[in-house]
């Protein structure tokens, strides 16, 4: 294989650079990142907003028009740029698949929490159960942002994972106050949606 | 190298040797499928020249061929298969044994 400017050496390195490039190719979730942050950024606000009186009549049914609202954009748009998203470089990568696998994870168990506080709440546990959904939702936020940008090598994802980690912390610790949803909105906004627009900016070209 | 030598020529696999081919199968270790055009930019190769080194992967059976149709784009995903990384394996071994011989030949 060595060409006569070539050394075994310039081998190895050629080799173990694409090998590299292959373990190392850049996360191509950011569509799918930057719409779930978007619109969940939205509802938090708007549940903030229902809180404190500013929309809404007052009987509670404002916050299953913003949840309920929430699932069906969230589904139909997920369903829609999955269908839309063109074959693209390096989505056999270690650091795509376990992107797949985490996230999908994220959102069975998001969705078990709801259908749970759901339950409870209709059997006398109150409507303050769904407030722990967002501790929980930041917990697997951060299992699949850390992983996920930890076997791709983007230390931008990792951090936003650290950020996910402080908001279950910081959510909870002040679960009982007031403005806890638009600290919500700010750390989805910050952990969820900037990173996945800065990976949509970063994603390779469109493959044929 | 001497007869006497930790090093065997012969057993360097001619398959994956060549340069493209080796930069196929050195992507494809690191991945779990590859699409033909991905390949094609990371090796730096042409698509006829590709095509070429894949058909000779395939008939060794170190590289599987999916084909199929995407969008009505007919789409080539491509993947190493478990003879492939075995012969991954030995190459790797076969280099780490010349480094070695080399190293000792020059003590």
Redesign the interface.
Known sequence: MTQASQTPADDLAYVRRLAESGARAPLIGGRFMAWWGFILTIAYVAHYFALKGMIGDGSGSIFGIIWIGFSVAGVGGQILLARGMPPKAGEGSAGNRASRSAWTAAACAIGSMVIGCIIAARTGAGPATFDWIVPVAFSVYACALIVTGALSGDRIIVAAGGGAVAMVGLFTALILHSDRYLLAAGGVAATVLLPGLLLLSREPRTQD | MGEDSPFDHNAIDDVI???IR??VV??????????F??LR???GATDGNLSAHLRKLEDAGYVSVDKSF??R?P?T?L?LTPAGRKAWSAWLHQ?EA??NA?GASSS
Do not use: F, I, P, T
């Open positions: 040797h060549g340069r080796l930069g050195a992507y494809l270790s690191a991945v779990d499928c590859a699409l055009s991905e930019d990371k090796v995407v969008n784009k789409q995903r993947a280099m010349l480094r080399a």
